[in-house]
């Protein structure tokens, strides 16, 4: 259970805010001001801080510049009003993960939590493994010594020097962020920004704000002028995560961007230059998703330049005992425990596992095994198999004389979705996952067949 450190001076807010993070499973404290604050990251280890941005005595930055003394890895959110969000970037730009604008979407606040505490992990992966000499770790940033882990490490090699765009594709859960992190690590651009943005979780209505900025006014939100995420990212690299969920206007508007190297903030008329690297990533195969009509083609071939795939865990299950091993001992120093080994019949049991949700889903699962041992030896271990491990099944009528080819896949499409919920008891989150389906996309999906 992730530990999170609320600071705000709003009694009101803090008690708001822990409610929140309890309901979603995080174990929240909290104090009113940064000396407060201070003593607390002495005295406990927390995984993320929740900060305001204006608070007495001593304000959010000064606040996050003293506890990265403490500890430099502490991912930083911080909270603040629409006329402080240029504060709030600049924030970004010296160390915070992220910031959210007063007042908050519940939902959109623990995404944000999420990313900031998966990106916290990634980073605590590639910095112990760039430690080691062992051959099975050179890829800097994902363990693996299978042969082919060994061929993505080499094309990682061979890419991040250059400038050329790179497509990312690979499961959800293979680790397609630790690659591009990877990336720019190794490229020129290492010690300038890296921005990671989720195509799939930003509304369609804001996603042009959010790539490219607004000016003040620019729509009624728009009460200040805000950069976007090319131009947090400009002169590093800028990932553009599920970038399948945008739509062809969106799509559009970015490959403008990229064939000009330049943008225009919503609202505005100046243009801004770019000079930032651009990765994309997607957990589905993109030459299909533009056979299919759901992906423009010169949009395609502009960010393929260069491609890397990223293979599922069941492919490489060499890597197995390694990844193991490594979480094992990360989970026992996040959760104090001092499990020194596991049995033969685990070990077992987790080769023979497909595991859909690949190396996340093992990281979670050798997590949660920990924190149930009792003693030094993992002699037990549960893994969900409700996910992944089975076909929905569906029942197309044999009558289709009287409809056609769109019609017939329509029908099947409803018949798997409506089996999903069924099975999902109606959670509709659940039910995109047993699907392996962007939730966003399982949405639009939905509406498209006149399933809302």
Excluded at 29 to 40: L, Q, T, V, W
Excluded at 102 to 108: I, L, R, S
Excluded at 295 to 306: A, K, P, T
């Amino acid at each position: 259970m992730e530990k999170i450190l609320i600071i705000d001076d709003n009694e009101s807010l803090r008690y708001t805010l822990e409610n929140i993070l309890e309901e979603a499973g995080y174990q929240p404290c909290s104090a009113e001001d940064g000396n407060k604050a201070i003593e607390e990251v002495k005295s406990k280890s927390y995984d993320l801080v929740i900060c305001d941005m204006k608070l007495p005595k001593m304000d959010g930055i000064q606040i996050m510049k003293e506890i990265k003394l403490i500890d430099p890895d502490l991912p930083f959110i911080f909270l603040t009003a629409f006329g402080d969000i240029k504060n709030a970037v600049e924030a970004i730009k010296n160390g915070a993960t992220d910031y959210l604008t007063k007042p908050f979407d519940n939902d959109g606040m623990l995404l944000t939590i999420r990313k900031a505490l998966e990106l916290k992990y990634l980073n605590q992966e590639l910095e112990i493994l760039r430690k080691k000499s062992d051959d099975s770790y050179r890829g800097n940033g994902i363990i693996g010594s299978s042969a082919i882990m060994k061929e993505v490490f080499n094309q990682v090699n061979i890419v991040a020097p250059t400038n050329l765009t790179v497509l990312i594709q690979g499961e959800s859960g293979t680790g397609k962020e630790v690659i591009a992190n990877m990336i720019h690590r190794a490229s020129d651009r290492a010690g300038k920004s890296f921005v990671a943005v989720d195509c799939g979780a930003i509304p369609e209505t804001l996603i042009e704000s959010e790539l490219f900025g607004h000016e003040k006014g620019a729509f009624t939100d728009a009460k200040v002028q805000r950069e976007g995420k090319f131009e947090q990212a400009n002169g590093g690299t800028i990932l553009l995560d599920e970038i399948t969920n945008l739509s062809d206007s969106n799509q559009i508007k970015l490959l403008r961007a990229i064939q000009e190297r330049k943008i225009t903030r919503v609202g505005g008329n100046k243009p801004i230059r770019l000079d930032v690297r651009i990765l994309t990533a997607t957990n589905i195969r993109l030459s299909k998703a533009v056979n299919d009509g759901n992906f423009r083609s010169d949009l395609y071939y502009r960010i393929n330049e260069f491609h890397i795939d990223i293979p599922p865990l069941r492919e490489r299950k060499d890597d197995i005992p390694l990844l193991v091993d490594y979480f094992l001992k990360d989970a026992n120093r996040e959760l104090n425990r001092n499990v020194e080994s596991i049995s033969g019949e685990v070990m077992q049991k987790i080769l023979s596992h497909s595991w859909p949700g690949n190396v996340r889903e093992l990281r979670n699962v050798i997590r949660r095994a920990v924190l149930l041992t009792q003693g030094i030896n993992m002699e037990r271990i549960t893994i969900n198999d409700e996910v992944g491990n089975h076909k929905i099944p569906v029942e197309v009528s044999e009558d289709t004389e009287n409809f056609s080819i769109d019609d017939i896949t329509k029908k099947a499409e409803k018949d798997v979705i409506l089996k999903a919920i069924e099975e999902a008891e109606g959670n509709k989150t659940r039910a995109a996952k047993l699907l392996n389906m962007n939730e966003r996309t399982f949405y639009r999906k939905l509406k498209s067949l006149g399933l809302n």
